[in-house]
């Protein structure tokens, strides 16, 4: 039940896109299609952007796109807004009911 | 409006105990895996617990196994995480999360989350 690794931080400006990285392992994120994303704001809730690796729940904005290949899944934002401005975490089904979580990574928009 | 409303946190002693609450409504808790989550002040977002829709399985993170306890009551739609012998590091907000319905992993719905503190 170890962490998946993600970056600390990614920055972009307006418009721009960035990707981040979510690592896992054979037993989580390259076995399951069960990846999730959530932003997270200062003192709020996460909220879900990406479900089974790849789809956008109703209201979330087409920018914001996931995927995988192998052990490491994605989550890129394109047309950077200063909205996006965040933390964000991806979450893997680990078999047996269990999940775990990324270490997190800071998104600055520049 | 579909919700979920934490309570029961608080300030607590190493080796206390205390028993987390979450309330739903807006949608029928009956049908869905609940689970709870937490996040040390300034740390990332940790799965901790989460149990079936009728309360026969349940599944832990392994630094809380034999010391926490997942459990619902359908009939008041409310989820519960009791905790036993509780340390430092078991401080943080804890978050009840709805698992959505289907052949499907993920958290859709939250709480706002509930402070626990503990510390002597």
């Known amino acids: 039940q170890s962490a998946l690794t993600q970056p600390r931080s990614v920055s972009g400006s307006p418009g721009q896109s960035v990707t981040i990285s979510c690592a896992g392992t054979?037993?989580?994120?390259?076995?399951?299609?069960?990846v999730s994303w959530y932003q997270q704001n200062p003192g709020k809730a996460p909220k879900v952007m990406i479900y089974?690796?790849?789809k956008r729940p109703s209201g979330v904005p087409d920018r914001f796109s996931g995927s995988k290949s192998g052990n490491t899944a994605s989550l890129t934002i394109s047309g950077l807004r200063a909205e996006d401005e965040a933390d964000y975490y991806c979450?893997?089904?680990?078999?047996?009911?269990?999940?775990?979580f990324g270490t997190g990574t800071k998104v600055t928009v520049l | 409006e579909v919700q979920l409303v934490e309570s029961g946190g608080g300030l607590v002693q190493p080796g206390g105990s205390l028993r987390l609450s979450c309330a739903a409504s807006?949608?029928?808790?009956?049908?869905?895996?609940m689970s709870w989550v937490r996040q040390a002040p300034g740390k990332g977002l940790e799965w901790v617990a989460n149990?079936?829709?009728?309360?026969?399985?349940?599944s832990y993170v392994d630094s809380v196994k034999g010391r926490f306890t997942i459990s619902r009551d359908n009939s008041k739609n409310s989820l519960y995480l009791q905790m036993h012998s509780l340390r430092g590091e078991d401080t943080g907000v804890y978050y009840c999360?709805?698992?959505?319905?289907?052949?499907?992993?993920?958290?859709?719905?939250w709480g706002r989350g509930a402070l626990v503190t503990v510390s002597s």
């Open positions: 149990i079936k829709q009728d309360g026969r399985e349940t």
């Open positions: 054979s037993s989580d994120v390259g076995t399951y299609n069960f």
């Open positions: 807006g949608f029928s808790f009956s049908i869905y895996w």
């Open positions: 999360a709805r698992d959505p319905v289907g052949a499907t992993w993920y958290f859709d719905i």
């Open positions: 089974d690796v790849s």
């Open positions: 979450c893997s089904y680990a078999g047996t009911y269990t999940y775990v």
